[in-house]
């Protein structure tokens, strides 16, 4: 099931890069990285395509998924902090990127702080009320139900 949510999640999230030719260069390449499991690299391409295209919805999303399987890797709260920071970024761009609202409502839901994922995965299913993984999103809207 993760695997597939990271599928589509890479398809739609490309969907939001917009910006130059080079922004996407580095995406690719960051995607590559990430297929890799170089995290670091992957890292770096998005930060680079950040730069160039500052608007790169797409490259946030993807920047904030990077942060996260390294903090898978390392346990560290300052990577956690990053990968929030890339999402609120995504998501300060275009307010209605659900695929942003998704992965930002994870970081809180598996991280203990599920009140404060619920209302990411309310307004993500609002947005897109045919996503695939609907019925374990709402199971973890009931879980949150009276969570800080």
């Known amino acids: 099931m993760f695997k597939a949510i990271l599928t589509i999640m890479m398809i739609l999230t490309l969907a939001g890069c917009g910006g130059g030719d080079n922004a996407e260069k580095y995406v690719q390449q960051g995607l590559a990285h990430f297929q890799k499991q170089e995290y670091d690299q992957a890292i770096a391409s998005y930060e680079n395509a950040v730069k160039l295209d500052p608007k790169a919805v797409g490259a946030y999303n993807l920047l904030g998924m990077a942060y996260r399987f390294k903090n ?7 990577l956690r902090a990053k990968e929030i920071a890339a999402f609120e970024k995504a ?12 992965n930002l409502g994870s970081t809180y839901y598996y991280q203990g ?6 209302p990411w995965f309310k307004k993500a299913l609002e947005l897109n009320p045919q996503h695939p993984e609907k019925a374990q999103i709402e199971k973890m809207i009931a879980e949150s139900a009276g969570k800080p």
């Open 72 to 78: 898978l890797q390392l346990n560290n709260p300052e």
């Open 91 to 102: 998501l300060e761009i275009d307010p209605k990127f659900w695929v942003a609202m998704i």
């Open 113 to 118: 702080e599920k009140g404060k994922a619920a």
